[in-house]
């Protein structure tokens, strides 16, 4: 999830750096929304709700 995150960083960069500023947005919105799923998974693991086997 962490590559895909970052693949989309690096397109909504050089989307941003060619003017191509729908396809800029739409990368970094899935890069926010994975980066909130991430953040989430990180915390239910931490406290223990989720037990990774």
């Given amino acids: ?3 895909w995150i970052l693949i989309l960083l690096v397109v909504a ?3 941003g750096l060619l003017g ?3 396809i800029s947005g739409v ?3 899935g890069a926010k929304i994975l980066i909130g ?5 990180f ?3 931490l ?3 989720i037990a990774i086997a």
């Fill in 1 to 3: 999830m962490l590559e």
């Fill in 43 to 45: 915390l239910l693991v």
């Fill in 37 to 41: 799923i991430a953040l989430v998974l």
């Fill in 27 to 29: 990368a970094l919105s």
């Fill in 47 to 49: 406290f223990g709700v």
């Fill in 13 to 15: 960069a050089v989307a």
């Fill in 20 to 22: 191509l500023n729908t």
